[in-house]
């Protein structure tokens, strides 16, 4: 082999190594995002699943206080959240740290609920506008061009669709493989 075919495999390698390299960050990049809105999201769950405790005693699921849940929201949680880990190490003999988090979670979600109306409002909003049955992410889209500071998760409206489902606001209907919804009508179900 000449010098110079194996400058030219020297070069080839570098530049094919070189792109690898380029399209390993760009993935690692696209995984780390992803990361990050999995943790906001499981943050998220937290709450509500520490709130529905916190509620648990209550008769009706109607009681439940409802939240935002937008990004903002989020991230203001995951401040709140590693300022309750905090607590909890600093409650002398661990008494109630989940009732101290769950009420400044509350709290936190008082204070922005007064700036922002609820997502779940919104979304009763834009059902109350159509005739028909809305899907879940049209209705998100609609919400997204509406409102461009509101940028909530597709999970996270579904899951505003399906509380508000819970709460006899909204009916859920099934077609193949689609779910559609519609706010529920004054005179009752359909």
């Known amino acids: ?32 995002k992803k990361i990050e809105l999995l ?22 699921a109607s009681r439940l206080p409802e939240q935002t849940q937008d990004e903002p929201v989020v991230a203001q949680a995951q401040r709140r959240g590693s300022a309750g880990a905090t607590a909890r190490r600093s409650t002398p003999g661990g008494a109630a ?12 979600r008082a204070q922005d609920s007064s700036r922002q109306p609820l997502l779940g409002d919104l979304l ?22 509406q409102h461009p500071g509101r940028n909530p ?3 996270v409206v579904r899951n505003t669709l399906e509380s508000l489902v819970a709460k006899g606001r909204v009916e859920r209907h099934k077609q193949q493989r689609s779910v559609l919804y519609t706010p529920v009508t004054s005179g009752g179900t359909d």
């Open 1 to 32: 082999m000449s010098s110079r075919s194996a400058a030219k495999l020297r070069s080839r390698y570098v530049e094919q190594v070189a792109s690898e390299l380029t399209e390993n960050r760009r993935r690692q990049e696209e995984l780390a």
């Open 39 to 60: 943790k906001q999201e499981e943050t998220l769950l937290t709450d509500i699943l520490t709130l529905a405790e916190r509620y648990e005693g209550f008769a009706g």
């Open 97 to 108: 740290p989940e009732k101290a988090d769950a009420q400044a979670a509350a709290q936190g």
């Open 124 to 145: 009763l909003e834009l059902l109350t506008g159509h005739d028909e049955p809305r899907p879940a992410k049209e209705l998100r889209d609609e919400l997204l061009a």
């Open 153 to 155: 998760t597709p999970q």
